[in-house]
């Protein structure tokens, strides 16, 4: 069974910045997109960023464009998501996930890692 595992959420005060990563199998990266998700208490789970596994070409959300890169380091099998200029609203269980390619269902999810900003 194939796993993805995030890590680096944690509490930042509104402006300031984190790191997302998320570890997966030499499998995975070779032949998914990774995507990153959130969900906060009482809201739909929306996505945020995806990157594919044949071109390395990105896409996101409006609502963090120009604040969020998504990036992957194959030699360590993660997938990051840099995240600046930290708000509120960005407060959220984080998950990423590996489907067939960009906007495609996914067939796996990673156990999600709790973001925190404080206003």
């Known amino acids: 069974q194939e796993q993805l595992v995030e890590s680096g959420g944690g509490l930042v005060q509104s402006g300031g910045s984190l790191r997302l990563s998320c570890a997966a199998s030499?499998?995975?990266?070779?032949?998914?997109?990774i995507s990153w998700f959130r969900q906060a208490p009482g809201k739909d789970r929306e996505r945020v960023s995806c990157?594919?596994?044949?071109?390395?070409?990105?896409n996101y959300a409006d609502f963090v464009k120009g604040r969020f890169t998504i990036s992957r380091d194959n030699a360590k099998n993660t997938v990051y998501l840099q995240m600046l200029s930290l708000e509120p609203g960005d407060s959220a269980v984080y998950y990423c996930?590996?489907?067939?390619?960009?906007?495609?269902?996914?067939?796996?999810w990673g156990q999600g890692t709790q973001v925190t900003v404080s206003s």
């Open positions: 996930a590996a489907a067939p390619a960009c906007g495609h269902p996914n067939d796996y």
């Open positions: 030499r499998f995975i990266l070779d032949y998914y997109a």
């Open positions: 990157i594919s596994s044949s071109d390395d070409s990105t």
